[in-house]
């Protein structure tokens, strides 16, 4: 199993502002997940990160709007820039393992103002 | 593409009775996971029940048990003497073998199914 620590919990900020969710696994892993999760909705894979190459994005989600970052093999940040209310979400960080579920950080409650 | 459908948004169980939540699925894949999650307001992601798409057996957790039906793609997540902690949103997921035939091994969501529990 993994456990792994997201932070912050939960964040209001500005419009125009940018946020950067952080995430940190107690084990290696190949690769990070990063999943938004709009009001009431389901959620949305946004992108896949690996360590040591950039990140790939689903259709609908760009770098400039949400980089991300892997410096390491336990580590990744997921920031959302320039931020308007749409963006309010819960966006959560997930890695995986080659044959049994997934494992989710705890969410970050984005409101944007 | 791979798609996971929920055709039910909500759902109501009286405490101790049994309710079952609909899933199906659409891929040409032949090997996958398919996964029930639990999430409580709390927003933490919880594994409920996880079956093997190659295994024949229905997957079963204490209350929780599965009707894998693969030729009609279909996983149905059945919960036995329903209890008032269940209440949540439950996600159906798949998810291909990482590696193969593309899958990078991210989750694809339903659209969720909330659960309430009457006392």
């Known amino acids: 199993s993994a456990v792994i620590s997201q932070k912050p919990s939960r964040d209001i900020c500005q419009r125009g502002t940018s946020l950067t969710i952080q995430c940190q696994v107690d084990s290696q892993v190949t690769m990070m997940f990063w999943y938004r999760q709009q009001p009431g909705q389901s959620l949305t894979l946004i992108a896949t990160?690996?360590?040591?190459?950039?990140?790939?994005?689903e259709s609908g989600f760009v770098i400039d709007k949400f980089p991300i970052s892997r410096p390491n093999l336990t580590f990744s940040t997921l920031t959302v820039s320039n931020m308007s209310p749409e963006d309010s979400s819960i966006y959560l960080c997930s890695v995986g393992s080659s044959n049994t579920e997934a494992f989710f950080g705890q969410g970050t409650r984005l409101t944007v103002v | 593409a791979q798609t996971v459908t929920q055709s039910q948004p909500e759902m109501s169980v009286q405490e101790a009775e049994t309710v079952t939540l609909s899933c199906t699925y659409d891929?040409?894949?032949?090997?996958?996971?398919l996964f029930w999650y639990k999430q409580p307001p709390s927003r933490q992601m919880i594994l409920v029940i996880r079956?093997?798409?190659?295994?024949?057996q229905n997957a079963t957790e204490n209350r929780f048990s599965v009707n894998f039906q693969k030729a009609a793609k279909s996983f149905s997540l059945k919960i036995s003497d329903s209890q008032l902690g269940d209440a949540a949103m439950y996600f159906c997921a798949y998810r291909g073998r990482p590696y193969y035939g593309g899958s990078q091994g991210n989750l694809i969501f339903g659209k969720g199914t909330k659960l309430s529990v009457k006392p």
């Open positions: 990160a690996n360590q040591g190459s950039e990140a790939t994005y």
């Open positions: 891929t040409s894949e032949s090997d996958y996971y």
């Open positions: 079956q093997e798409a190659y295994k024949q």
